[in-house]
């Protein structure tokens, strides 16, 4: 059995089974399928997220594996990725319980509460209104450095996300043009692979996820480049293939999601600088 809880935590559970509290926790279900369940709670006037992992079973293990996925059999993984985030200096949730028990895959029992983001918005919420009124391009030019800070941290240090997309960055909800030294937080870290060095298809796979996801918004080449000298300076000189790779997985995706041909901007900066 593996179990760590904050103070705060240790005193709400003092004498009692974490697991059993765990489990009997209520609140607003976001998701509930595969022996997920998540849901938003509150304690004491403050928000909380449970993840509960109650055991995929065999058939569900055996999916994943014969479509070459690694399956998601806890809630240690997003654990462990953001106490790694963490001290690599990337902004994300803040766990203040987590326990695991069993040892049989298919039927183990694990949770984790994290601090509810409070007062945030995602990026794919912030960005659209974007297509009827531009930002600053001090604005975006400082949120795509960010990103590409972000990712090149992540993946230096041997991290893909597996599911790197707009939607799952958070900024303050604050009204105010994204700045310099302002916090962006990457969550939905259950799928996350850390190794000590990134392959390079998880890589790619990262990367265009993360382009997909802003194809309706309006991006320039200079943006991509301005992503590309933060993110890899090397890809600017000659290293075609990786983005040959990333702008056919991003079209891909999107003409998969939306049934149509993505932008013709877009389309426009592929086919002039990706041969």
């Given at each position: 059995?593996?179990?760590?809880?904050?103070?705060?935590?240790?005193q709400y559970w003092q004498g009692k089974d974490p697991f059993a509290e765990a489990?009997?926790?209520?609140?607003?279900?976001?998701?509930?399928?595969?022996?997920?369940?998540?849901?938003?709670?509150?304690?004491?006037?403050?928000?909380?997220?449970?993840?509960?992992?109650?055991?995929?079973?065999?058939?569900?293990?055996?999916?994943?594996?014969?479509?070459?996925?690694?399956?998601?059999?806890?809630?240690?993984?997003?654990?462990?990725?953001?106490?790694?985030?963490?001290?690599?200096?990337?902004?994300?949730?803040?766990?203040?319980?987590?326990?695991?028990?069993?040892?049989?895959?298919?039927?183990?029992?694990?949770?984790?509460?994290?601090?509810?983001?409070?007062?945030?918005?995602?990026?794919?919420?912030?960005?659209?209104?974007?297509?009827?009124?531009?930002?600053?391009?001090?604005?975006?030019r400082t949120l795509v450095r960010k990103l590409a800070t972000i990712s090149k941290?992540?993946?230096?240090?041997?991290?893909?996300?597996?599911?790197?997309?707009?939607?799952?960055?958070?900024?303050?909800?604050?009204?105010?043009?994204?700045?310099?030294?302002?916090?962006?937080?990457?969550?939905?870290?259950?799928?996350?692979?850390?190794?000590?060095?990134?392959?390079?298809?998880?890589?790619?796979?990262?990367?265009?996820?993360?382009?997909?996801?802003?194809?309706?918004?309006?991006?320039?080449?200079?943006?991509?480049?301005?992503?590309?000298?933060?993110?890899?300076?090397?890809?600017?000189?000659?290293?075609?293939?990786?983005?040959?790779?990333?702008?056919?997985?991003?079209?891909?995706?999107?003409?998969?999601?939306?049934?149509?041909?993505?932008?013709?901007?877009?389309?426009?900066?592929?086919?002039?600088?990706?041969?």
């Amino acid at each position: 059995m593996k179990l760590f809880l904050d103070t705060r935590w240790q005193q709400y559970w003092q004498g009692k089974d974490p697991f059993a509290e765990a489990r009997a926790l209520q609140g607003d279900v976001y998701r509930s399928k595969e022996g997920r369940r998540t849901l938003r709670f509150e304690r004491d006037g403050r928000g909380y997220f449970l993840k509960l992992h109650e055991g995929v079973g065999w058939g569900e293990i055996a999916k994943n594996l014969l479509q070459l996925r690694a399956p998601v059999l806890g809630a240690a993984n997003e654990y462990h990725a953001c106490l790694r985030l963490k001290s690599l200096g990337i902004d994300t949730m803040t766990p203040v319980a987590f326990g695991q028990c069993g040892i049989n895959p298919a039927t183990q029992l694990s949770f984790l509460v994290t601090e509810e983001l409070a007062g945030t918005i995602s990026l794919e919420d912030y960005c659209r209104p974007w297509g009827e009124q531009k930002p600053s391009l001090r604005e975006k030019r400082t949120l795509v450095r960010k990103l590409a800070t972000i990712s090149k941290t992540l993946h230096e240090n041997g991290i893909n996300h597996r599911d790197y997309y707009l939607c799952h960055f958070l900024r303050a909800d604050d009204g105010k043009p994204f700045a310099s030294g302002d916090r962006l937080y990457l969550i939905d870290l259950h799928r996350v692979q850390m190794r000590a060095r990134t392959p390079r298809r998880w890589l790619v796979k990262d990367i265009a996820g993360l382009f997909y996801s802003a194809f309706d918004l309006p991006l320039t080449r200079r943006d991509i480049l301005c992503f590309l000298a933060q993110y890899r300076r090397d890809w600017l000189h000659g290293q075609a293939g990786e983005l040959r790779e990333i702008a056919q997985r991003a079209v891909a995706l999107y003409r998969k999601d939306f049934g149509r041909e993505p932008p013709a901007h877009i389309l426009s900066i592929i086919q002039r600088d990706v041969p």
